[in-house]
């Protein structure tokens, strides 16, 4: 019988979520803050849609897009993502996610606009976007209790970072996302 969680908060470990070792867990729970994680998320996270109701990855340097496989885990109550550097567009694929209470997205370099089928969550209690560079946010995720969304690029919406912020964001290369969550580097030029 494999324990309830898998706490690892506030250590120097290097552990890499690539390998499959904690995505072929059993647990219900997976804390991992403050670590220094090696590779990417991996689209097997939701090999873990049996068991899986609380995910934090909290301030662990990973650098990955989210994989849409994410969705898969439907029993998610808890998302934490935040303080990493994620990247790329927030998966349609979570707003499949109905037990969600919680999403915690802060402080990345993700874009795009927000899902509607985010906002539409039945149980959403919290979403934290700020830090990040959406350009978009639904109208429908007004009603979400709990809700910061400072700090992106959402045109007239209050407390925004600045123009030349987000233009300067909107100039990067795009972000590819490979097929094993990893960001691919940009091609180069000849």
């Known amino acids: 019988m494999s324990p309830p969680a898998s706490p690892l908060p506030d250590n120097r ?15 219900s729970v997976i804390v991992l803050a403050n670590t220094a994680l090696a590779g990417c998320l991996p689209p097997t996270i939701g090999d873990m849609a049996d068991t899986l109701v609380e995910l934090v990855l909290l301030n662990t340097s990973i ?11 439907k029993k998610l109550k808890v998302l934490d993502l935040s303080h990493n550097e994620f990247a790329g567009e927030l998966p349609d694929a979570i707003g499949d996610m109905e037990s969600l209470e919680v999403i ?3 402080y990345n370099m993700l874009s795009g606009a927000v899902p509607e089928s985010v906002c539409l969550l039945p149980n959403l209690k919290n979403l934290t976007l700020v830090g990040n560079y959406f350009c978009d946010e639904p109208v429908s995720c007004l009603h979400i209790p ?17 123009h030349e912020q987000c233009v300067a ?22």
């Open 13 to 27: 470990f290097n552990v890499s979520l690539s390998s499959g070792g904690i995505t072929n867990s059993t647990a």
């Open 169 to 190: 964001f909107d100039h990067r290369p795009p972000v590819h996302c490979a097929t094993d969550g990893c960001i691919l580097p940009p091609p180069k030029r000849l």
């Open 63 to 73: 650098s990955s897009c989210i994989p849409p496989e994410i969705g898969k885990l």
């Open 146 to 162: 709990r809700r910061d969304d400072r700090m992106n690029c959402i045109p007239d919406w209050p407390h925004q970072r600045s």
């Open 104 to 106: 915690n997205v802060g």
